[in-house]
């Protein structure tokens, strides 16, 4: 256990549907991450929260939308997915300190199928 | 932010010592080197942080020589279990704090 929950754990959706992918961590950790992991290829910075404001938006699809309502929680909605979103998707927190490069914690990850 | 490079690969046995060396030529004087460690469909786990010289915890020993363009992570006796993909990260607080990058890894299969 890190102390980062991701729920669900595996999600199958169409393309025409929409959802959301959760993350809550329990660190008191005040930066938050989405990262995306396709079969085979190295984990891709999605977007970054600090401080509950997004400091990083790296070229993502806007059928991304990400949310963090405050310090501990984080949301992706996804809507009109395509099939080659299938992946995992990542969420990880870090404290991030003036001295030292941040450790991030990551959660198990939502295993998300697109039909 | 620095780039990395790492054999795609590597095999060993149980029991044996394993180093995976990391190349890191444009690293910068701020940049931490970072170590992660990760299973099939679960999230990176960290393992080490270093800046230079050795460090050394519970799991693993990071060597970095002197003018930091490389480092490599020392896995003493390896079991079954470390079968994993390992990552080299390089960044600071102001540029790789954030902006994580993960290369492709190198991918560890220990046999028995």
């Known amino acids: 256990e890190t102390g980062v929950t991701q729920t669900p754990r595996h999600l199958v959706m169409g393309m025409t549907n929409k959802k959301s992918l959760k993350c809550e961590q329990h660190?008191?950790?005040?930066?938050m991450y989405w990262y995306k992991q396709s079969a085979k290829k190295p984990l891709e910075l999605m977007f970054v929260?600090?401080?509950?404001?997004?400091?990083e938006n790296n070229s993502v699809p806007s059928r991304f939308s990400p949310e963090c309502p405050n310090s501990s929680h984080l949301f992706l909605h996804l809507h009109t997915l395509q099939p080659e979103d299938s992946a995992l998707y990542l969420c990880a927190s870090s404290q991030v300190r003036t001295s030292v490069n941040n450790e991030q914690f990551f959660g198990p990850g939502t295993r998300l199928t697109v039909l | 932010l620095a780039k990395t490079t790492q054999p795609i690969s590597m095999d060993s046995y149980e029991g044996q010592e394993v180093n995976i060396t990391c190349s890191h030529n444009n690293i910068a004087t701020n940049d931490y080197i970072t170590w992660y460690q990760q299973f099939p469909s679960q999230g990176p786990r960290f393992i080490i942080q270093?800046?230079?010289t050795k460090v050394t915890n519970e799991v693993a020993s990071l060597f970095i020589p002197a003018d930091r363009k490389s480092s490599t992570l020392s896995l003493p006796r390896v079991s079954l279990s470390d079968t994993a993909v390992y990552y080299c990260?390089?960044?600071?607080?102001?540029?790789?704090?954030?902006?994580?990058?993960f290369g492709a890894g190198t991918r560890l299969f220990v046999k028995a």
């Open positions: 660190l008191g950790h005040n930066a």
């Open positions: 929260y600090s401080l509950e404001e997004r400091v």
């Open positions: 270093g800046y230079k």
């Open positions: 990260l390089v960044g600071s607080l102001n540029t790789g704090g954030f902006k994580t990058i």
